[in-house]
């Protein structure tokens, strides 16, 4: 499976912080925004992955992450050149995904808890048709909406619904077999001129290719498009990795762990970041495994 990471849009609501450039740049708490849903991608085994930003924070994001070796990972770059809705990343990427399944996730949600990489590699072994999450929340009018029957299955979906048919939100990471690319380039633009994802997992659900899994109340699922929520999500960032001495999007531990990588890569790294605490944390687990620092 490939991942895609969509990291376009102006990020106006975090203005005038994104005024020169891409919120998914921005920090939270101690390490990139990027950093978190690429981890996530991460812990469901995908290697490939495709950024897909503006033309202007694109060289941002390669000289951040590179081409990937230093993760065992293989990293592409795309231009979105006006955002036009979260399907356009399917048409952008169509030769990326080259007839094999990929995830979307969003450039600015995080996700963290007990059962996540269990959840992320159970959707990673699709091969055909969509598999989203469902999420309970206070406000769901914010977000896209699926209900349920008696029986568990999906029955409908709403995009932002102003009296929604349940409290259950559809998170920012979507999986699809191949075939997304074919429905994507099928969509039409909506009233507000965007190729939404809610009518691309519509074309899945009619058919009943769509599946929804629940995620629990044990994982925590953030999104920072706000001043509010980014200061929110980086207390929470800071608050697990304070209590639990673990840290939370750690790149090169998911990779070391996965053993994509060897001790004497993650070493590297550390001496490239000289003191900072990103750089003690490595060094921390390298000494953990053993490994000559």
């Known amino acids: 499976m490939k991942g895609i990471i969509l990291a376009g849009g102006a990020g106006t609501r975090l203005l005038p912080c994104t005024r020169v450039v891409s919120k998914q740049l921005m920090p939270v708490y101690d390490k990139p925004m990027i950093y978190y849903p690429l981890s996530a991608l991460m812990l469901a085994g995908i290697r490939e992955v495709l950024f897909i930003s503006t033309p202007h924070d694109l060289p941002l994001f390669r000289e951040l992450l590179g081409d990937g070796s230093r993760l065992g990972m293989r990293f592409s770059y795309a231009e979105q050149p006006r955002p036009e809705g979260l399907a356009q990343a399917f048409v952008i990427g169509c030769s990326f995904i080259a007839q094999e399944p990929v995830c979307l996730i969003l450039g600015d949600n995080i996700f963290y808890g007990h059962g996540l990489t269990e959840m992320l590699l159970q959707a990673a072994r699709i091969r055909s048709g969509g598999l989203v999450f469902a999420y309970q929340v206070k406000d769901p009018e914010r977000y896209g909406v699926v209900e349920f029957g008696p029986d568990g299955k999906a029955l409908s979906l709403q995009e932002k619904p102003r009296q929604p048919r349940s409290s259950y939100a559809i998170p920012g990471v979507y999986f699809y077999g191949p075939e997304v690319c074919v429905e994507a380039a099928r969509l039409k633009p909506s009233a507000r001129g965007e190729l939404e994802i809610t009518d691309l997992n519509e074309v899945f659900l009619r058919r009943g290719e769509l599946q929804v899994l629940k995620m629990g109340r044990g994982i925590a699922w953030l999104d920072t498009g706000t001043h509010q929520s980014l200061m929110e999500a980086a207390g929470f960032v800071q608050t697990v990795q304070a209590r639990q001495g673990l840290m939370v999007a750690c790149l090169e531990e998911i990779a070391l762990t996965a053993g994509w990588i060897a ?17 003690a944390y490595l060094k921390e687990l390298l000494g953990s495994v053993g490994a000559p620092l």
């Open 263 to 279: 001790p004497e890569q993650v070493s590297r790294e550390v001496q490239s970041m000289g003191s900072s605490p990103y750089s």
